[in-house]
């Protein structure tokens, strides 16, 4: 395991390091394809206007872009404050479903009606840049993306208050940049809230899984499948917001763990299988041997945490040991001695390449790099939590738990 961590951490480096040396310029387009921009909308009454004035205010023509809002059921009232405001835009339609269905629902609601050429999928609580919508189009007519399926956007944090929040705004700088790193070798096979869809592909493959726990990463698994590929777009971005509260982001990210559990197991059939390439032979085989990781790392630590207290409290009970005298301070020589250098070494090399990676992903996003206490926890303490979220999601998804988002 030590030696597969500096292989790959070596490896995304040097990846990146190649990157640089042969980045393309965007396409530009002088006639621009229509555009249905779909927002599913579940209790936005407080965002969604606000979300729609930034649909409108992008830097597009406007008689090339067609909102479609599918309000799913709302127990608020966004349904009647998307009706006033679409009184005054023509290119906005709203739609409306009798009975709750999901995000996935809602999509394919909008997609029964869509006209475009593209399917944007924009949630009702993120907003994009101005040139985003442009730069992700401009990725499909570059020179050999005639066969993909989607182009995935930048994701930033909106609400940086709390340090819960703070401390995923990390997280999601480091997933920009290692989508843009796994879609420089192809290997990319996820998408995300913003992400831009070839209409006709999504129709042809059976359009959006409803029910699935992330529907987001179901329907780049199933491009994939079927020879499709899916790009990041380097230009522009856009910022939702996390939650606020470790409850909530728990809950966010065993369903997006149950999420990738199902959904891999789903297409099993991609991994070790030469015809998908690096995707099947890496970084599916890579992603699932992770995973068995950390489940193996959590049994083996679970294992030596109750070794050693068996071992404390035989030695209280037997022999009258004295409690405080277990933790006591080893010697210099002692503990260095006790060191293993056949770890110590790897990680150390594990370290300067992981640091080397935050600050070349800060420079991507085009984020100053803060080196705060939020980072030092979700750098040393969060992947902990992280590996009990992993369990936690295994466990519901074997006991076949009700699906909740």
């Known amino acids: 395991m030590a030696f597969l961590s500096v292989f790959i951490s070596l490896f995304w480096g040097i990846i990146n ?12 387009l002088k006639k621009f394809p229509l ?19 930034c649909i409108l205010r992008l830097d597009y023509p406007s ?28 290119n906005v339609k709203l739609l409306r479903h009798v009975n709750n269905k999901g995000k996935a629902g809602a999509m394919n609601t909008a997609l029964k009606h869509a006209h475009g050429e593209f399917f944007w999928v924009y949630d009702a609580d993120s907003y994009a840049s101005k040139d985003l919508l442009k730069n992700l189009v401009n990725r499909f007519y570059e020179k050999g993306n005639e066969n993909v399926g989607a182009v995935v956007a930048i994701t930033l944090i909106k609400n940086q208050g709390s340090w819960v929040e703070k401390m995923q ?16 070798v192809d290997t990319l096979h996820t998408t995300n809230a913003l992400s831009l869809f070839r209409t006709e592909i999504i129709k042809k493959i059976g359009r959006f899984d409803e029910g699935n726990l992330t529907e987001d990463f179901e329907i780049a698994m199933r491009m994939r499948f079927h020879g499709h590929r899916v790009l990041m777009c380097e230009k522009g971005n856009f910022y939702t917001r996390v939650p606020d509260k470790i409850s909530k982001m728990w809950n966010q990210r065993v369903r997006w763990f149950r999420g990738f559990i199902y959904n891999t197991l789903k297409y099993k059939k991609i991994a070790f299988n030469t015809k998908f390439g690096l995707l099947g032979l890496f970084q599916i085989p ?10 193996l790392s959590i049994a083996l630590f679970g294992y030596h945490l109750i070794d050693e207290l068996i071992n404390l409290f035989s030695m209280i009970y037997i022999t009258g040991y004295n409690f405080f005298d277990y933790f006591t301070l080893p010697s210099v020589k002692q503990f260095l001695l006790e060191l293993n250098w056949r770890l110590l070494f790897p990680s150390f090399v594990v370290l300067v390449s992981a640091l080397y990676l935050y600050i070349e992903a800060h420079k991507y996003v085009k984020e100053r790099w803060m080196f705060y206490i939020p980072s030092l926890l979700y750098l040393f303490v969060y992947p902990l939590f992280r590996s009990m979220q992993w369990v936690h999601a295994a466990s519901l998804e074997f006991l076949r738990a009700k699906k909740k988002w």
């Open 169 to 184: 705004r990390l997280e999601y700088i480091m997933t920009a940049f290692m989508r843009k790193l796994t879609g420089s």
């Open 35 to 53: 555009v249905t921009v779909a927002v599913p909308a579940w209790n936005e009454e407080k965002s969604i206007v606000s979300t729609l004035e």
């Open 63 to 90: 008689d090339k872009i067609e909102i479609i809002v599918v309000d799913d059921k709302s127990s608020d009232n966004t349904f009647l404050v998307t009706k006033k405001f679409i009184s005054r835009h023509k």
């Open 286 to 295: 890579l992603e699932i041997f992770v995973l068995l990781s950390v489940f």
């Open 17 to 28: 390091s190649t990157i640089k040396q042969h980045e393309k310029k965007n396409v530009l």
